[in-house]
T-cell receptor
Framework: AQTVTQSQPEMSVQEAETVTLSCTYD???????LFWYKQPPSRQMILVIR??????QNATENRFSVNFQKAAKSFSLKISDSQLGDAAMYFC??????????FGGGTRLMVKP | DTGVSQDPRHKITKRGQNVTFRCDPI?????LYWYRQTLGQGPEFLTY????????KSRLLSDRFSAERPKGSFSTLEIQRTEQGDSAMYLC????????????FGSGTRLTVV
């Protein structure tokens, strides 16, 4: 079974600064997908960025980028130029291209004006 | 495309009552998933459908939980004889493929058992 660990329950960042959220996972699979999802307070889960394990190139979506280290089973999210709207719970998520997502425990990001 | 819709948004019920939640996925998505999220935790997988077939239900929390997707469109999740421990957010998600492009989540149904 896969496990996903987010070691930072809470993080804070100053508006316009950069913050990195950490995630490690454990799997015996070689082919899988990783995601970061954002869940604003009382709002639905939104996909932020995805990474295919077979791709060495790190995914980037505007201000969001990942550092994917397959051998280390690490998948961190970097948010550049943080904005107030980035404040949310962030979940690191594993998908073995099968039937279910495995979520980490989440990191609550606070953005200070 | 209005996204994934869940109804109701909130449900308060007395312990021992049965409750049913509905999920309407994105129309072209053939996969539909149910997750449960307790306060401060990440969602945990319950079950999923491909079209009308329920292909995984071993993660349903007990035999009090059941789900259906009778015509491969909307789905219902029923909890019988609710217990206080069932209080949680129940999330529905859908995807076009095996989720490799990501899932689209609904806003969830928050259940409170009193």
């Amino acid at each position: 079974a896969q496990t996903v660990t987010q070691s930072q329950p809470e993080m804070s960042v100053q508006e316009a600064e950069t913050v990195t959220l950490s995630c490690t996972y454990d799997t015996s699979e070689s082919d899988y997908y990783l995601f970061w999802y954002k869940q604003p307070p009382s709002r639905q889960m939104i996909l932020v960025i995805r990474q295919e394990a077979y791709k060495q190139q790190n995914a980037t979506e505007n201000r969001f980028s990942v550092n994917f280290q397959k051998a280390a089973k690490s998948f961190s999210l970097k948010i550049s130029d943080s904005q107030l709207g980035d404040a949310a719970m962030y979940f690191c998520v594993f998908n073995n291209a099968g039937n279910m997502l495995t979520f980490g425990g989440g990191t609550r990001l606070m953005v200070k004006p | 495309d209005t996204g994934v819709s869940q109804d109701p948004r909130h449900k308060i019920t007395k312990r021992g009552q049965n409750v049913t939640f509905r999920c309407d996925p994105i129309s072209e998505h053939n996969r539909l998933y149910w997750y449960r999220q307790t306060l401060g935790q990440g969602p945990e997988f319950l079950t999923y459908f491909q079209n009308e077939a329920q292909l995984e239900k071993s993660r349903l929390l007990s035999d009090r939980f059941s789900a259906e997707r009778p015509k491969g469109s909307f789905s219902t999740l029923e909890i019988q004889r609710t217990e206080q421990g069932d209080s949680a957010m129940y999330l529905c998600a859908s995807s076009r493929t095996a989720g490799i492009d990501g899932y689209t989540f609904g806003s969830g149904t928050r259940l409170t058992v009193v």
